[in-house]
T-cell receptor, first 116, second 114 residues
Framework: GAVVSQHPSWVICKSGTSVKIECRSL??????MFWYRQFPKQSLMLMAT?????????EQGVEKDKFLINHASLTLSTLTVTSAHPEDSSFYIC????????????FGSGTQLSVL | KQEVTQIPAALSVPEGENLVLNCSFT??????LQWFRQDPGKGLTSLLL?????REQTSGRLNASLDKSSGRSTLYIAASQPGDSATYLC?????????????FGTGTRLTIIP
């Protein structure tokens, strides 16, 4: 089946630094990538939707200048948390449909971000 | 705004027992409902997808039902095994244009006791 590779699995950083999370589709072209975050004991919440070659669409309340999304190729989407602060500590996970219009979603393994 | 609730938040049962996980949603205008499994430190694995026009789906020891009008779904796991231990999430996809995103529940953390 389709695989989405997400790196890193976990990262610890100092407050004020930027962190980049990568998601690669290994055996399909991901024209769309969904980015979610999950705080402890809470639901996965959609942050933004990225489409290859165009600007990402952000959900209400998500700062686009803080969470930079790049989807420059059909196999790679990145999320950069800029000037991270402790409140950004969360589990970030990406997902992509294997083809346009598919109802299935394949998820990355997630990234646990801890900001000190 | 769609809200998805899962009860219980955690469940422990002895190996071999059958069990039911519950999911409820507030807006019945859904396109489909999915059940996922989430293992610690790993991504989500899709278990079952039920279209809004369907009432149930089965895969192996898993059976998911959907009652759209009452806003409820259940995931039935038969003859539970220790390998079933994980967090189970349900998610609904909205059917209204511009509302196609998935809304997840908070999950049920299942522990199967050997």
């Amino acid at each position: 089946g389709a695989v989405v590779s997400q790196h890193p699995s976990w990262v610890i950083c100092k407050s004020g630094t930027s962190v980049k999370i990568e998601c690669r589709s290994l055996d399909f072209q991901a024209t769309t990538m969904f980015w979610y975050r999950q705080f402890p004991k809470q639901s996965l919440m959609l942050m933004a939707t990225s489409n290859e070659g165009s600007k990402a669409t952000y959900e209400q309340g998500v700062e686009k200048d803080k969470f930079l999304i790049n989807h420059a190729s059909l196999t790679l989407s990145t999320l950069t948390v800029t000037s991270a602060h402790p409140e950004d500590s969360s589990f970030y996970i990406c997902s992509a449909p294997p083809r346009r219009g598919s109802e299935k979603l394949f998820f990355g393994s997630g990234t646990q971000l801890s900001v000190l | 705004k769609q809200e998805v609730t899962q009860i219980p938040a955690a469940l422990s049962v002895p190996e071999g027992e059958n069990l039911v996980l519950n999911c409820s949603f507030t807006d019945s205008a859904i396109y489909n409902l999915q059940w996922f499994r989430q293992d610690p430190g790993k991504g989500l694995t899709s278990l079952l997808l039920i279209q809004s026009s369907q009432r149930e789906q089965t895969s192996g020891r898993l059976n998911a039902s959907l009652d759209k009008s009452s806003g409820r779904s259940t995931l039935y796991i038969a003859a539970s095994q220790p390998g079933d231990s994980a967090t189970y999430l349900c998610a609904v996809r909205g059917s209204n244009f511009g509302n196609e995103k998935l809304t997840f529940g908070t999950g049920t953390r299942l522990t199967i006791i050997p």
